[in-house]
C-alpha cells in the first residue's frame, strides 16, 4: 500500500532527532567537563583560556537547538512528542547556557580565585552531565526505561548534595569575607553554579516525562 511506503519514508528520519539530542547530551557533558577543569585551573590565565573553549561549546549547542527546531518542523513523524523533543533540547542547552555564562564571570571580574565550595559544586556538575549524557544515549527505542530512571535518580542525589554544599559555602562566604566586592562576586558565581545543577534536574525531569509517556 502507498501508506505503508510512505510510513516506511518517514520513520528513519526518527533516528535524526536521537542523533541531535545525543549531539545535545555532549555539548553539555563536555561543557561540564571543562567547567570543572576551568574552576580547578590555577590562574586566571588559565581559567580565561578554558572559559573561551566554554564559549565555543555554547555556540555548537546552539546551532543543535536550531537544527532540533527546523527538525521538528519539517518532520511529520515523530519518536515522541514534539513538544517533549523540544523540552528536553532547549534543557540540556540550558546547561550549556548556565556554564557559559557562570564562567565569563571569572572574565569579566578577573577572578583571581573561586571560592570555597566551588570545585565541589562543579564537580557535581560534571557528573550530573556524565548521567544525563549516559541516559539520552539510552532513549533510542525507548526500551530501557528502568536505566534512565536510575540515572535520572543520580542526577537528583547529586542535585540534593549540591544544594547542601551551596548553602554551608554561602554561609562561609558571609562568615569569613570582609571585602564586598569579593563577597559579591564569589556569592554571585556560586549561585551560577548551584543555578547549573538546577538545570541538570530539570534535564532529570524532562526524560523522566518521556519515561512515563512511554512506559
Same mark, same amino acid.
Not at 578554558?50 to 561549546?57: E, H, K, Q, T, Y
Not at 536550531?66 to 518532520?75: G, K, P, S
Not at 548534595?161 to 559579591?184: H, P
Given at each position: 500500500m502507498w501508506l505503508d511506503r510512505a510510513v516506511k519514508w518517514l520513520l528513519p528520519r526518527e533516528e535524526h532527532f536521537f542523533d541531535l539530542l545525543e549531539k545535545g547530551a555532549d555539548c553539555a557533558a563536555d561543557t561540564g567537563t571543562l567547567l570543572s577543569q576551568c574552576v580547578g585551573a590555577g590562574s586566571l590565565a588559565e581559567r580565561e583560556?578554558?572559559?573561551?573553549?566554554?564559549?565555543?561549546?555554547?555556540? #555548537? #549547542?546552539?546551532?543543535?537547538?536550531?537544527?532540533?527546531?527546523?527538525?521538528?518542523?519539517?518532520?511529520?513523524v515523530t519518536p515522541f512528542d514534539r513538544s517533549d523533543i523540544f523540552n528536553l533540547a532547549s534543557s540540556l542547552e540550558g546547561i550549556v547556557d548556565a556554564i557559559n555564562a557562570t564562567c565569563m564571570q571569572i572574565v569579566m571580574h578577573a577572578m583571581e580565585d573561586v571560592p570555597n565550595g566551588s570545585v565541589d559544586l562543579a564537580g557535581k556538575v560534571e557528573k550530573a552531565c556524565g548521567e544525563i549524557k549516559a541516559a539520552v544515549r539510552l532513549l533510542r527505542g525507548l526500551k530501557?526505561? %528502568?536505566? =534512565?530512571? #536510575?540515572?535520572?535518580? #543520580? =542526577?537528583?542525589?547529586?542535585?540534593?548534595?549540591?544544594?547542601?554544599?551551596?548553602?554551608?559555602? =554561602?554561609?562561609?562566604?558571609?562568615?569569613?569575607?570582609?571585602?564586598?566586592?569579593?563577597?559579591?562576586?564569589?556569592?554571585?558565581?556560586?549561585?551560577?553554579?548551584?543555578?547549573?545543577? %538546577?538545570?541538570?534536574?530539570?534535564?532529570?525531569?524532562?526524560? %523522566?516525562?518521556?519515561v512515563i509517556k512511554n512506559s
Open positions: 583560556t578554558i572559559v573561551s573553549r566554554i564559549s565555543d561549546a555554547e555556540h #555548537a #549547542a546552539d546551532d543543535v537547538i536550531h537544527e532540533v527546531y527546523d527538525a521538528l518542523n519539517r518532520t511529520f530501557r526505561l %528502568d536505566e =534512565i530512571r #536510575a540515572h535520572c535518580k #543520580a =542526577i537528583y542525589e547529586l542535585e540534593h548534595d549540591g544544594d547542601q554544599v551551596f548553602r554551608r559555602s =554561602i554561609v562561609e562566604i558571609f562568615k569569613n569575607e570582609r571585602d564586598a566586592i569579593s563577597l559579591i562576586k564569589h556569592k554571585e558565581f556560586l549561585e551560577g553554579l548551584e543555578n547549573t545543577l %538546577d538545570l541538570c534536574d530539570n534535564v532529570a525531569n524532562a526524560l %523522566d516525562t518521556l
